[in-house]
């Protein structure tokens, strides 16, 4: 079975800092992988994602995530934090289980940045 | 800029009534995923089609809640009656089969009293 661990409900950078967002994850077969961002009363939008080949995937944003499969990590990151980069951040898992594109998705982490 | 439409936007009503939350799919998308978001359960998939057929409601209520897709364009959800504990934010997303990605609409707010 599929699942996500975010740790961290809540993570405070600095403008300008750099942003960490931490994801584990558990499957039984090569997962597929994304974030995905939520801003206040929107839906939730895909930032990136990782299905196969290279490990170190480039999304919106100036965000990228590296999948790491001996540590069974997905962490988010960016060299600089922006204030607009404020919202909740959702790490998800796909392993196609259930005999379709079932995605699970972790409780989220909100981000805060401090001016 | 094709998006995925819910209406209504909010939507309050009195325990007992019926609600009825509708979502338009981004057109030639045949994948349609309802999910249910609240503080304290977070985001749980309801209901998911395919080609308009649902294949899994395992994690929708049965006995109040049904979701159906009448035709390609439209997705319906209804909770019959409501209660005060469905109160979340309901959000539909729709997909393409061969890809895992969704597309999320911008949400229906229900408040029960």
């Known amino acids: 079975a599929q699942s996500v661990t975010q740790l961290g409900s809540h993570v405070s950078v600095s403008e300008g800092a750099l942003v960490l967002l931490r994801c584990n994850y558990s499957s039984s077969v090569p997962p597929y992988l994304f974030w995905y961002v939520q801003y206040p009363n929107q839906g939730l939008q895909l930032l990136l994602k990782y299905t196969t080949g290279a490990t170190l995937v480039k999304g919106i944003n100036g965000f990228e995530a590296e999948f790491k499969k001996s540590e069974t990590s997905f962490h988010l990151t960016k060299p600089s934090a922006h204030m607009s980069d404020a919202a909740e951040y959702f790490c998800?898992?796909?392993?196609?289980?259930?005999?379709?594109?079932?995605?699970?998705f972790g409780t989220g982490t909100k981000l805060q940045v401090i001016p | 800029d094709a998006r995925v439409t819910q209406t209504p936007r909010h939507k309050v009503t009195e325990m007992g009534q019926e609600v009825t939350m509708r979502c338009q799919p981004i057109l030639g998308h045949n994948t349609v995923f309802w999910y249910r978001q609240t503080m304290m359960q977070g985001l749980e998939l309801l209901a998911y089609?395919?080609?308009?057929?649902?294949?899994?409601d395992s994690g929708m209520p049965k006995d109040r809640f049904s979701a159906e897709m009448p035709d390609a364009t439209l997705a319906t959800l209804k909770i019959q009656p409501s209660e005060p504990r469905d109160s979340a934010v309901y959000f539909c997303?729709?997909?393409?089969?061969?890809?895992?990605?969704?597309?999320f609409g911008p949400g229906t707010r229900l408040t029960v009293t």
């Open positions: 089609f395919r080609n308009r057929a649902p294949l899994d």
């Open positions: 998800a898992v796909s392993d196609g289980s259930g005999g379709y594109q079932k995605v699970t």
């Open positions: 997303a729709s997909g393409l089969d061969r890809s895992y990605e969704q597309y």
